[in-house]
């Protein structure tokens, strides 16, 4: 019993000692910390309302954790969504970036190029975000079997990894939103000034 709470807190320790290189890499190794800037900038028009979004998707991932902890069938279909949707974001930047490349004559060329500097912002920030969802996937496939339920411990482990998954799975929905949004003002104004 004392190895699994010392191999959950390792676990764990690493957990945040890979996210802090992922956010403080100085060398551009990882360049997570300038997905996320680039992809905040996008709403700093609006930072409130997307704070607030995004603080209502927490406590419904949160509620969602604790009403219904995820299974190892839910893991595997999540995986295999977020693998999915991973290979169509990659095969997606190289589109955008080809409009992007595109020559625009118009009055509204800078709002063009700025739509598609941001759709790949998002894009980008997707794939990130798709990468961590599959690795607190494949952590918790790990832990699942593990955990007894009738120790307080792994369960508090067992909502907040359900609750994370959750709460990643509702940004990457809620960012196609966005991505559909900005691909149809793209494709419209193609159309338009083409």
Do not use: W
């Amino acid at each position: 019993m004392v190895i699994k709470i010392v191999a959950t807190i390792v676990a764990m320790l690493c957990i945040v000692i890979f996210g802090c290189f992922l956010i403080c890499d100085k060398d551009g190794y990882f360049d997570a910390k300038k997905i996320i800037v680039n992809y905040s900038n996008i709403f700093s028009k609006s930072k409130l309302k997307v704070r607030t979004i995004y603080a209502v998707l927490l406590i419904l991932s949160v509620s969602i954790g604790i009403v219904e902890t995820i299974n190892s069938d839910l893991i595997e279909s999540v995986t295999l969504i977020v693998s999915v949707l991973s290979g169509v974001f990659l095969a997606f930047l190289p589109v955008v970036m080809d409009l992007k490349n595109k020559e625009i004559k118009s009055i509204k060329e800078d709002v063009y190029k700025n739509t598609c500097k941001e759709t790949n912002s998002v894009l980008i920030f997707e794939l990130l975000i798709s990468i961590i969802e599959l690795f607190f996937c494949f952590v918790y496939m790990f832990l699942y079997p593990k955990i007894n339920l009738d120790d307080k411990t792994y369960t508090v482990v067992l909502i907040t990894f359900s609750s994370v998954i959750y709460y990643l799975m509702f940004i990457i929905l809620l960012n196609i939103l966005f991505i559909l949004k900005r691909i149809r003002t793209l494709i419209s104004f193609q159309g338009k000034h083409t």
